[in-house]
């Protein structure tokens, strides 16, 4: 946590980087077609004459299948001197397609049960964050310069201009995007895992839709979906940097990443009961009140962090301080120093937040906020205790 942790709205300082805070109302989840709550769901629809029912459940619908037209219809029966009988006809017509839905409801089910057999893969950690830049000399001055990151290399061809190693587990990507864009600058998180195939099987039997699995230039296997909220989310193989970091990077462990979530239930359900994330740390500017859900990756100590009640008019300046991704440092203080001996002049903190940790807060060119953060807390959380394992250095 940082300064938006540390005091109420009325004391937030004077440089105008601290969070608006106010009751937002929840929206209606963007949802895929043919979901509900993140599975895939079957319902009755009323058949066309010509047609059966649609084929349900599919991540993102589908047109209706024609009925077969080798099947008379009533003019061609008719016109051969026989009588045809709507009554006759439609209910043949409906068992038909029910008898499809059916056998499309059974499939899923039991695709559902054997996803469930055979398991969910690991989740391990957050393997790189993607962030998107206006100006991507000023933006590589920032990372490499001040934060001393290691240049890597670039994996997504145009798309990434720029990519910073913080260790071989872990990495920092920039994308160039036009000035004014509006919208969260944290476009992307990577998730690794140690079985692609397994995980992308897994999410399929469970209603979430994907895309295929494909490679990089260097090789290495991804693929892609989202959240309930539209975050993008790409799950990668396990891999290893050709570099271990810089020696003089100030943070050489990624600690969470975090965004502004408007419906907690149906991404805590998406992230908890699907993924298997775990709790790690809830919290609020009041002792009873949740304005920080923090959830752990089920294999490791990372962990995703939900910005709560943000005002749905919250400006490009309040979503940066927002999305964001912190870097593990030992000592905040001495990371102070450090930040001004490379020429650093705006940052905040070091100060402890509400969940008991240290930590300094620090905005690249276009203000997508770092948190450099300690990796123990150095004072008791507010409001709950902690029910994960603290990160490792």
Not at 6 to 28: D, H, V
């Amino acid at each position: 946590m940082s300064e938006l942790k540390l005091r109420p709205p009325q004391e937030q300082a004077s440089n105008g980087t601290g969070p608006k805070i106010g009751r937002y109302k929840t929206a209606t989840n963007r949802e895929p077609t043919g979901f509900e709550g993140g599975h895939a769901k079957c319902k009755e629809t009323e058949a066309q004459d010509g047609e059966v029912d649609p084929p349900l459940g599919r991540p993102f619908g589908g047109s209706l299948h024609k009925w077969d037209t080798l099947t008379p219809r009533r003019g061609e029966l008719q016109g051969a001197g026989m009588k045809a009988s709507a009554t006759r006809k439609k209910p043949l017509h409906k068992l038909g397609g029910l008898a499809i839905l059916l056998g499309i409801c059974v499939a899923g089910l039991m695709a559902q049960i054997w996803a469930a057999e055979a398991g969910r893969a690991k989740i391990t950690g957050i393997a790189y964050v993607k962030v998107k830049v206006t100006d991507v000399e000023k933006a590589t001055a920032f990372y490499g310069g001040v934060l001393g990151l290691e240049s890597g290399a670039a994996k997504d061809g145009n798309l990434v201009q720029a990519s910073f190693v913080v260790n071989r587990d872990q990495h920092v990507e920039l994308t160039k995007g036009a000035a004014g864009t509006s919208g969260s600058y944290l476009v992307e998180i990577g998730l690794a895992t140690d079985d692609l195939m397994k995980m992308r099987t897994y999410l399929t039997a469970k209603g979430v839709a994907t895309n295929e699995i494909m490679a990089w230039p260097d090789g290495t296997k991804y693929f892609e979906t989202q959240d309930p909220e539209g975050n993008k989310l790409v799950f990668v193989e396990q891999t290893k940097n050709a570099g271990s970091g810089s020696a003089g990077a100030l943070g050489k462990k990624m600690l969470h990443a975090g965004f502004v979530v408007k419906d907690l239930k149906a991404e805590s359900h998406f992230y908890e009961a699907i993924l298997g994330f775990r709790l790690y740390w809830r919290g609020g500017f009041k002792d009873d009140g949740t304005d920080w859900y923090e959830i752990q990756v089920p294999n490791g100590d990372n962990w995703i962090e939900f910005m709560l009640n943000i005002p749905a008019t919250a400006d490009h300046k309040e979503l940066g301080v927002q999305n964001h991704f912190s870097l593990g440092v030992s000592r905040a203080k001495a990371t102070a120093e450090e930040l001004r001996a490379r020429g650093a002049k705006e940052f905040d903190g070091p100060e402890v937040g509400r969940d008991g940790k240290d930590s300094i807060d620090i905005y690249d060119p276009d203000g997508t906020r770092v948190e450099l953060m300690e990796f123990m807390p150095v004072e008791k959380p507010c409001c709950t205790e902690y029910t994960g394992a603290h990160p490792k250095p």
